[in-house]
């Protein structure tokens, strides 16, 4: 099943883009995560999208920066 299974493009592009927003807005309150620490923190294991593929895409967007293989601050604010 895919990320965009019985949805629209749209749908699915702004679902993705309220995780990202998700992951930078935890970043910004708290600081510096590990790996695992902003996994549970934004309760990805609920998510449809591997929480990877959403992380690594917020990196692409900007929105979150990776600090090393496994710490991450927010990415600067629109």
Do not use: K, N
């Not at 910004?28 to 990805?44: E, I, K, P």
């Not at 449809?48 to 959403?54: L, N, Q």
Request: glycine share 6%.
């Amino acid at each position: 099943m895919s990320a965009t299974s019985g949805h629209t493009v749209v749908h699915a592009h702004s679902h993705l883009e309220a995780r990202h927003r998700r992951l930078q807005r935890l970043l910004q309150s708290y600081g510096v995560l590990t790996y695992d620490g902003l996994r549970t923190l934004a309760d990805a294991d609920c998510w449809e999208t591997p929480f990877t593929v959403v992380l690594d895409r917020a990196i692409e967007s900007g929105r979150v920066r990776r600090l090393s293989d496994d710490l991450f601050e927010a990415g600067p604010v629109d």
